[in-house]
């Protein structure tokens, strides 16, 4: 089945230590993304990757990291964790570009920094 | 730069009205597509519809229609005799032509609640 999967799907962490979340696909998809969502602001996207070694910033990349070392893979890495970054997470897929062939959204992940 | 906006934040209805809820839309290029998804309790995005820029005819699908204006750049999408399953948080969206990154940008989402 073709599919994206984030995990985990819920975290409870401290502030300051550092997680990752882990996204992977398995549909050979060149570009893919990461979002955040949070009440009343909608989705905001925080990096994507338009291929392999290819990564750059979204509108809030502030305080987080990413790397596409294989097509498949495009981990989210928090290195120190605060309370502001308690959100719901996205991944997301694309063949090529998002307009023509659209997202492949994983499951999220809820993430909660205390 | 591209902006869409959702003025319903929160719409409630009793089961078997129609609903319909608004998106706007700004940008400056000619080619784009427009989308609606749909986020159920449960959490996740439930993709409804994608249309392009150059296609203005209305879809329906099911219960479910839209109504894609350029003239005024809208997108509105209604839900005849609606159901208690069809509460959630709806989202518009909108993604440029292009071959750079063209991300989604959502609006801040409509939470419909459907009372039995």
């Known amino acids: 089945e073709a599919q994206v999967t984030q995990n985990p799907r819920y975290l409870i962490t401290v502030t300051g230590k550092k997680l990752t979340v882990t996204c992977s696909q398995n549909m050979n998809h060149e570009y893919m993304s990461w979002y955040r969502q949070d009440p009343g602001l909608g989705l905001r996207q925080i990096y994507y990757?338009?291929?392999?070694?290819?990564?750059d910033k979204g509108d809030v990349p502030e305080g987080y990291k990413v790397s596409r070392k294989e097509k498949r893979n495009f981990p989210l890495i928090l290195e120190s964790p605060s309370p502001n970054q308690t959100s719901l997470y996205f991944c997301a897929s694309s063949l090529r570009g998002v307009a023509n062939y659209g997202y492949t959204f994983g499951s999220g992940t809820r993430l909660t920094v205390v | 730069a591209q902006k869409v906006t959702q003025a319903q934040t929160e719409i409630s209805v009793v089961e078997k009205e129609d609903v319909t809820l608004d998106c706007v839309y700004e940008?400056?290029?000619?080619?784009?597509?427009l989308f609606w998804y749909k986020q159920p309790p449960s959490g996740e995005l439930v993709f409804l519809i994608r249309?392009?820029?150059?296609?203005?005819q209305n879809e329906i699908s099911g219960r479910y229609s839209w109504n894609f204006q350029k003239s005024t750049s809208s997108f509105n999408f209604t839900i005849t005799a609606s159901q208690v399953v069809d509460s959630a948080v709806y989202f518009c969206a909108l993604s440029e032509y292009g071959s750079g990154n063209t991300p989604l940008v959502f609006g801040k989402g409509t939470r419909l609640s459907v009372i039995a």
């Open positions: 990757s338009m291929n392999v070694e290819v990564t």
């Open positions: 249309r392009n820029s150059f296609d203005e």
């Open positions: 940008t400056r290029d000619t080619t784009y597509y």
